[in-house]
């Protein structure tokens, strides 16, 4: 049901004689870069770092918020007394 269904009779590539007029230009190779082991490692744990210190802040930032609105209402009950 999904396999693609091909022609019996394909028609065969044009095969082309003549010569190219221009010839194609020459294609630099990008510079090979090499990149050891140990840099990946440090990059990969840097990361993990950087992540697991944005977490931490984060978490401390909602506690504070939920601290504060305690707080809050604590000191409002206390103006109403």
């Known amino acids: ?15 082309h004689t003549h ?17 050891s082991t140990g840099a990946v490692v440090a990059v990969l744990v840097g990361g993990v ?3 697991a210190l944005l977490a ?10 939920v601290a504060a609105v305690v707080l809050r209402s604590m000191l409002r009950d206390q103006r109403h007394r």
């Open 1 to 15: 049901m999904f396999l693609p269904k091909y022609p019996d009779n394909p028609i065969p590539p044009s095969v």
């Open 19 to 35: 010569a190219p007029t221009d010839p194609s230009p020459v294609r630099r190779s990008a510079p090979q870069i090499s990149v």
């Open 49 to 51: 770092v950087l992540t």
């Open 56 to 65: 931490a802040v984060a978490v401390s930032a909602v506690s504070v918020a």
